[in-house]
Each structure stands twice: as structure tokens, then as C-alpha cells.
């Protein structure tokens, strides 16, 4: 199984990017899926994440902004960021709970300008 992140990239603040993330391989089923971040110097946070029914949870800061979605159809999650701050700078990682096991994408790199 791997997650495959895409979407990261370099913008204004105001701005908006959207993240993806595919799950592929032999899945039975899959649980929550997420988002954390990590900028320079700090620690992974969890900025998202969305319960197989569809369940939501953001991180304070980015509530209001981002939202979390999936296409179970496609094993997919999304994050959809708006209103980017630069305070939003970090490396995003994905991570789902497949079968019996949490996996983790690669980071995709998002950077805003101010």
C-alpha cells in the first residue's frame, strides 16, 4: 500500500492550493485519512482529518479555511486551502488507516508568500 500526495506549491497569501492524496495497492478498507503539517523548527500538528462516514476535524488555526474531503470511490483525500496564510508554510503530509496499519505519504511542500 502507498499514499501518493500532490499539490503542494508556491503562493501569494490570500491565495489557494489543493492537496491530494491516493491511496493504491491491495486495500480492503480504509479508516481516517488526514493531513499534518510540519514547518521548520516545529513539531508535526494534525491540521485535518476525516472519518470514513465523512466526520470532520480541523485545527483551530485552520478552521474556516481549509476543508477536508475523500472519495471513497477513488481512495482519495483532498484539502482544499484557502485564505493561505504564511503562517501556513510546512511540508503537508497525508497518512490513512488501511486495513489494520497507518500509512504516510511523502510530504508535499507548501510555501506562501507574504
Known amino acids: 500500500v502507498q499514499l501518493q500526495a500532490s499539490g503542494g506549491g508556491l503562493v501569494q497569501a490570500g491565495g489557494s492550493l489543493r492537496l491530494s492524496c491516493t491511496a493504491s495497492?491491495?486495500?480492503?478498507?480504509?479508516?481516517?485519512m488526514g493531513w499534518y503539517r510540519q514547518a521548520p523548527g516545529k513539531q508535526r500538528e494534525l491540521v485535518a482529518r476525516?472519518?470514513?462516514?465523512?466526520?470532520?476535524t480541523y485545527l483551530d488555526s485552520v478552521k474556516g479555511r481549509f476543508t477536508c474531503s475523500r472519495d471513497n470511490t477513488e481512495n482519495t483525500v483532498y484539502l482544499q486551502m484557502n485564505s493561505l496564510k504564511p503562517e501556513d508554510t510546512a511540508v503537508y503530509y497525508c497518512?490513512?488507516?488501511?486495513?489494520?496499519?497507518?500509512?504516510w505519504g511523502k510530504g508535499t511542500l507548501v510555501t506562501v508568500s507574504s
Open positions: 476525516i472519518g470514513s462516514g465523512g466526520t470532520t
Open positions: 497518512d490513512a488507516f488501511i486495513d489494520t496499519m497507518n500509512y
Open positions: 495497492g491491495t486495500i480492503t478498507s480504509i479508516r481516517g
